[in-house]
């Protein structure tokens, strides 16, 4: 066993490192996904509409807001409908932000 050391100690190093950190990785990723906001599409309501309204609470481009929503809605921009119900990449806190804005701007 001494001899295995001598020979590849960093080796067995590295990789006790690289498992670690793996597991630290691993453990330490949360999936933020179920903190964003989820909304109802309203009449005459299109995705653009939407991105035009939320891209820029997440610093994302309407294209790419618009590629995330169908992405993890699993939708066609196209195809969406009045009432339904689909997730945007704005967090609950950043809609309640934005919707006290809106109520103090429409109070002047």
Do not use: R
Request: aromatic share 12%; hydrophobic share 40%; charged share 20%.
């Amino acid at each position: 066993m001494n001899i295995v050391w001598k020979k590849y100690n960093y080796v067995i190093i590295f990789i006790g490192l690289t498992i670690l950190m793996g597991l630290c990785f691993l453990f330490n990723m949360e999936d933020h996904s179920n903190h964003y906001q989820n909304i109802v599409v309203q009449k005459g309501q299109t995705l653009w509409n939407i991105a035009d309204e939320y891209a820029d609470k997440n610093s994302m481009s309407k294209d790419e807001f618009i590629h995330w929503v169908e992405n993890h809605n699993e939708i066609n921009a196209d195809l969406l409908k009045a009432g339904e119900e689909i997730k945007i990449p704005v967090t609950e806190h950043q809609h309640s932000v934005n919707q006290n804005q809106e109520y103090a701007l429409n109070d002047k």
